[in-house]
């Protein structure tokens, strides 16, 4: 267990309490503008010591020296943006989140005021506001989903002096969300990676310049920009420069770009993946509690446990401290701690992360106890709402009242009618269409006869081929595995769902599910009378009927409806019972139906399903000598009641993975709508209950194919340790169905048809026709050939001896290292030609120009 003892020279940004010695709460007057009871947007940039709010068009650009405060208020669930009207909110509570952003080059004196600014606005908010410390560079998601088209951040005013259209500038755009446009330090060529787009303002000429592994919303946002800067820089021409063609420029342009930046002192930096070992590092950092004390002066940080965390762990007496390592550290105030501890608990939490010797740009976080923002719940296993807070939640535009829907209709054309509903129940219809089984052997698979439909073993593996009516004909894919199936057999079922997703043209619904964690709409089509017995299935004759079939068990009985009901084998012994559940005992031909005392009427209905015509109802304390004695005798079962949680809040989330590579990263798309499902990207919608991936039309072939892998390790790194069972869902851009349409408010399926991709909005700005690009193994997108795909390097480092060469450089092919215009500098032809020449003849190129 650890113990810090955090000092004065541990804390950074200069803090205050918010009070005069007189103790009253003092209120810069620039605050006192914005009324408490509303909802709303507004910025403070700190000069000259003083808050100083920005106008509406000053929204979104940031100054690298200067230090803000952000305020964004609005109705719990919902989320505030730049475009927020101030509007007045009667009778119900507010969610606030108050930021304090950092500029690079920013000074103490100025973190310092707005750092204790901040808390100054948030005692006169009522001290229930989320606090948050925002870096440079290290914006937190919530942060960025303010400004949806993404901000600026320039370099400082006294450089921003003089006419802007003849002063030269290079800005990087970052971000494949919100973009970040960030000025350089000056025009360079050492700025640039090729991971990256960079927009270089000249006095006559806008280049875009394209980094060959940058991501290609990254560089619609770029074009975007560029087409801004044009339009305000008197229209001057927009021009595309290609990493590693630099050289193909017409003349005029050529001679312009190298005014700036002369080609031959071009070095472009490889992308810039993140450290092996740091990634790894994030990863493994498992959650930890610590517990906040005074300890005569010094402030104690002492650790409790470590994750996954329970709402129960937190005490409403006291502080704590949740480290998640490199994903930021949360300060959690409980409602019955001082005033003091209350307003410096940002200021301890800073010293927190200097004493972990922590990087100085670790985000830190302070909620309250009773006023927590969903990314904070979303850390713990479990998280309900207490008796006060019970208001209407909103979420993503639709109210959550957290009450249970009664549903006496599940057809498809309701469920399409109303999508909120089927992603509420998880339904599509009711479960009247068609359906195909087959049971996947280690060689082959064998096509199930009706009369077996949801008979299933746990230690096979099944593919079920549903379909049913909806707008046309809809097809759903379930690969369904035993919780004992061998790994040879759950890869055949991926390979015969592939085979018949192949006869579907591509368009069917992907489901994976793991024994016990069925949904909703696959109980459905069994109508409830899935069963799962123990072991492998039987031999089946050649038309797939079971030659033998299990004729003593004894089966849980889980759910009470259609929808939710299945029984599973247990063993046949009175220790299995247990008092919540009924339970199916079945001997030779003989059936009880044993009802625990907890259970309801609608239950023992649905345990009816199990059992043939005849079968004796047991009530538990009711129970004949006979029943005891065909389980072995009376013994000790589980009798207490299970407690149904009410008010368990989890919001569905959305995330964005950036490139599925070998490092695992992902980010959270905040106030998430459809438009943030943008065709080029790999999307996943965690519905707590279900994993929904959702797989764009221009995404790349190795991101689709390496998608669920990157679901599942989603899941093993939640740090509320999330069952690594749950069904995961794969919907393809244009087939989404109801249950998930339904997490998005004002769906429109002709959304995608005006949707314009970066290489279709370059060709509209240069006026040529799109070139047909190819993927490579990596994602990347090259033109014509797998030239483009590999790093480049400097033709100086290509020449350096074996040992010093980089660690992605094959020394039997240098060559394909060389940048397209240093290759033609080279070799006097294109890569293209070369290709096609005898290998003697390239051997003996090489040795010419150095690269064998």
């Known amino acids: 267990?650890?113990?810090?003892?955090?000092?004065?020279?541990?804390?950074?940004?200069?803090?205050?309490?918010?009070?005069?010695?007189?103790?009253?709460?003092?209120?810069?007057?620039?605050?006192k503008k914005v009324p408490k009871s509303s909802a709303g947007f507004h910025i403070w940039r700190i000069e000259n010591m003083n808050v100083v709010a920005l106008g509406r068009n000053q929204y979104g650009t940031f100054y690298d020296d200067d230090s803000y405060v952000i305020l964004a208020a609005s109705l719990p669930g919902q989320s505030a943006t730049i475009d927020s009207v101030t509007r007045e909110i009667r009778g119900g509570l507010l969610?606030?989140?108050?930021?304090?952003?950092?500029?690079?080059?920013?000074?103490?004196?100025?973190?310092?005021?707005?750092?204790?600014?901040?808390?100054?606005?948030?005692?006169?908010?009522?001290?229930?506001?989320?606090?948050?410390?925002?870096?440079?560079?290290n914006e937190s998601a919530r942060f960025r989903s303010y400004f949806k088209n993404g901000f600026r951040v320039l370099k400082s005013h006294a450089e921003q002096n003089g006419d802007s259209l003849h002063q030269i500038k290079l800005y990087k755009i970052k971000g494949k969300r919100n973009p970040v446009v960030v000025q350089q330090?000056?025009?360079?060529?050492?700025?640039?990676?090729?991971?990256?787009?960079?927009?270089?303002?000249?006095?006559?000429?806008?280049?875009?310049?394209?980094?060959?592994?940058?991501?290609?919303?990254?560089?619609?946002?770029?074009?975007?920009?560029?087409?801004?800067?044009?339009?305000?820089?008197?229209n001057i021409p927009l021009v595309f420069v290609d990493d590693g063609y630099e050289q193909s420029l017409q003349n005029e342009q050529k001679s312009e770009f190298q005014k700036y930046l002369p080609l031959n002192q071009r070095h472009v930096l490889p992308s810039d993946p993140e450290k092996d070992e740091v990634v790894e590092k994030q990863f493994k950092n498992n959650i930890k509690l610590y517990k906040c004390s005074d300890n005569n002066g010094k402030y104690r940080v002492t650790e409790i446990k470590s994750g996954p965390l329970l709402q129960s762990d937190l005490d409403s007496d006291d502080v704590f401290i949740l480290d998640h390592g490199l994903f930021g550290i949360w300060v959690w105030v409980g409602k019955r701690a001082n005033d003091k501890e209350r307003t410096e608990a940002m200021r301890n939490a800073r010293g927190f992360v200097k004493k972990k010797k922590y990087a100085n740009e670790t985000s830190v976080t302070r909620v309250v106890d009773g006023a927590e923002p969903k990314e904070f719940k979303m850390l713990f296993v479990s998280w309900r709402q207490k008796d006060s807070q019970k208001a209407k939640i909103i979420t993503n535009g639709a109210q959550k009242n957290n009450q249970k829907i009664a549903i006496t209709k599940f057809d498809a054309v309701l469920m399409h009618e109303r999508p909120s509903l089927a992603a509420e129940t998880q339904l599509l219809d009711d479960g009247t269409g068609t359906s195909r089984i087959?049971?996947?052997?280690?060689?082959?698979?064998?096509?199930?006869?009706?009369?077996?439909?949801?008979?299933?073993?746990?230690?096979?593996?099944?593919?079920?081929?549903?379909?049913?009516?909806?707008?046309?004909?809809?097809?759903?894919?379930?690969?369904?595995f035993g919780l004992h199936a061998s790994d040879d057999e759950m890869l055949n079922t991926f390979s015969k769902r592939t085979e018949i997703e192949n006869e579907l043209g591509g368009q069917a619904i992907k489901v994976r599910v793991i024994q016990g964690r069925e949904p909703p709409q696959l109980?459905?089509?069994?109508?409830?009378?899935?069963?799962?017995?123990?072991?492998?299935?039987?031999?089946?004759?050649?038309?797939?009927?079971?030659?033998?079939s299990p004729t003593n068990y004894l089966l849980h009985v889980q759910g009470s409806a259609t929808y939710n009901s299945k029984a599973t084998q247990v063993n046949t012994k009175s220790s299995s019972l247990n008092s919540n559940y009924c339970f199916v005992l079945k001997k030779s031909k003989k059936y009880?139906?044993?009802?625990?005392?907890?259970?309801?009427?609608?239950?023992?209905?649905?345990?009816?399903?199990?059992?043939?015509?005849?079968?004796?109802?047991?009530?538990?304390?009711?129970?004949?000598?006979?029943?005891w004695d065909l389980l072995g005798g009376k013994a000790e079962y589980f009798t207490t009641k299970i407690a149904i949680e009410e008010n368990d809040l989890k919001c569905p989330r959305l995330f964005h993975f950036p490139n599925i590579t070998n490092h695992f990263k992902i980010e959270e798309v905040f106030n998430f709508a459809q438009s943030d499902l943008t065709p080029e990207d790999i999307m996943l919608l965690d519905a707590f209950s279900t994993i929904f991936i959702w797989i764009g039309a221009l995404s790349t072939t190795y991101n689709r194919k390496n998608s669920l892998e990157m679901a599942l390790e989603y899941l093993r790194n939640d740090p509320a340790g999330r069952d690594m069972n749950i069904p995961i869902i794969e919907v393809k851009q244009g087939n989404e169905p109801p249950n998930f349409i339904g997490f998005f408010p004002n769906w429109n399926t002709t959304w995608w048809a005006e949707h314009v991709a970066f290489e279709e909005m370059r060709s509209q700005l240069e006026g040529v026709k799109i070139e047909k690009k190819l993927e490579t193994t990596n994602g990347n997108h090259v033109e014509n050939n797998d030239f483009d795909c590999y790093e480049k390097y400097p033709v100086k480092m290509l020449k350096e001896s074996m040992e010093k060469l980089p660690n992605k450089v094959d020394p039997l092919q240098k060559e394909l290292h060389l940048t397209h215009d240093d290759f033609v500098f080279l070799f006097k032809m294109k890569y293209e030609e070369f290709k096609n020449l005898p290998r003697w003849k390239q051997q003996e190129l090489k040795k010419k120009v150095g690269l064998f």
């Open 1 to 31: 267990m650890q113990v810090l003892d955090i000092q004065q020279a541990d804390y950074d940004d200069a803090y205050s309490n918010g009070t005069t010695s007189n103790g009253t709460v003092v209120v810069d007057a620039a605050f």
């Open 438 to 480: 087959w049971k996947i052997r280690k060689n082959d698979s064998v096509e199930i006869g009706k009369e077996k439909f949801g008979n299933f073993f746990s230690g096979d593996c099944y593919l079920i081929w549903y379909s049913y009516q909806s707008q046309g004909q809809k097809h759903i894919l379930y690969t369904w």
């Open 185 to 234: 330090e000056s025009v360079s060529w050492k700025y640039f990676n090729s991971g990256d787009v960079f927009v270089l303002l000249t006095p006559t000429i806008i280049f875009v310049w394209v980094g060959r592994a940058a991501n290609s919303i990254e560089k619609l946002h770029a074009t975007k920009i560029a087409v801004q800067l044009k339009s305000e820089n008197d």
């Open 95 to 137: 969610e606030y989140h108050i930021h304090f952003w950092l500029g690079g080059l920013t000074t103490p004196d100025k973190s310092g005021v707005a750092a204790y600014k901040t808390v100054e606005l948030d005692g006169y908010l009522g001290g229930c506001a989320t606090q948050h410390r925002e870096t440079q560079g």
């Open 592 to 627: 009880f139906v044993w009802s625990g005392i907890n259970s309801t009427g609608d239950q023992r209905e649905m345990a009816k399903h199990f059992t043939g015509k005849d079968f004796e109802l047991v009530l538990e304390g009711k129970e004949p000598q006979e029943f």
């Open 523 to 548: 109980l459905q089509i069994f109508k409830g009378k899935l069963v799962i017995f123990r072991g492998k299935g039987t031999e089946q004759d050649e038309s797939g009927r079971n030659t033998k």
